[in-house]
């Protein structure tokens, strides 16, 4: 897994991880999100998951700690652009709404992308 990151202004900062997140990459996401919340003056960190095809249990659970982090330490975390099967993961395990993913109603049907 890659994780890019770009300034959204002084202090917004979205990381964009591109691969699988499962168990074999959680850890290497946590890290990815305290190297951003080390940054001084960072309030919000956004996780845009257009890149991420599959999330396990795993990447559910890191996600809940990253954002459960974020909050610790004055920030806040969101998740956004989660592709369809990403997104039913997300909504199944009632995770969406605390994680700030936007939108109504059931998932997008597998193979049509959000947008």
Do not use: C, K, N, W
Not at 19 to 26: K, W
């Amino acid at each position: 897994m890659e994780f890019g990151t770009r300034e959204v202004g002084p202090d917004r900062v979205v990381l964009a991880p591109t691969g699988d997140l499962d168990l074999a990459v959680a850890p290497a996401f946590d890290r990815a999100v305290d190297v951003l919340l080390d940054r001084p003056g960072v309030v919000e960190i956004v996780v845009d998951l257009t890149g991420v095809p599959f999330l396990d249990s795993s990447g559910v659970a890191a996600l809940l700690r990253a954002a459960a982090e974020a909050v610790g330490r004055g920030a806040t975390l969101r998740v956004t652009d989660p592709q369809p099967t990403v997104l039913r993961v997300l909504r199944i395990t009632a995770v969406d709404v605390l994680l700030g993913v936007a939108g109504d109603g059931p998932a997008p049907e597998s193979g049509r992308r959000l947008g």
